[in-house]
């Protein structure tokens, strides 16, 4: 079969990459970084499931705010988490 120069020299750079070493240590890095990506889902997966739900965290929010503990420090440093796990629980991320 007779190719156009332009297709010919595509094929032969085509070629030369799939044996080139640079394509392999690429590839490899991107199967370490795929399961990299697993095992940070997996570790997602397992601290989403400690986050109180919806109701819970309602409930305690109503039950730490300062204004129910006139205003102490431990009243406002639970409240300082309990706004950072809603926050938290608003971005949930499905997997």
């Known amino acids: 079969?007779?190719?156009?120069?332009?297709?010919?020299?595509?094929?032969?750079?085509?070629?030369a990459?799939?044996?080139?070493?640079?394509k392999a240590r690429l590839v490899e890095r991107i199967r370490e970084l795929e399961r990299e990506r697993e095992a940070l889902r997996a570790q997602l997966a397992n601290v989403t499931a400690l986050l109180?739900?919806?109701?819970?965290?309602r409930r305690l929010i109503q039950?730490?705010?300062p204004d129910r503990h006139q205003n102490?420090?431990?009243?406002?440093?639970?409240?300082?988490?309990?706004?950072?796990?809603?926050?938290?629980?608003?971005r949930r991320v499905t997997t």
């Open 17 to 22: 990459w799939d044996q080139s070493p640079e």
């Open 72 to 90: 102490s420090e431990a009243s406002k440093l639970a409240m300082q988490w309990l706004n950072q796990v809603r926050r938290l629980t608003d």
């Open 52 to 57: 109180p739900d919806d109701r819970t965290l």
């Open 63 to 65: 039950c730490a705010h």
């Open 1 to 15: 079969m007779t190719r156009c120069v332009p297709c010919w020299r595509a094929e032969q750079l085509a070629k």
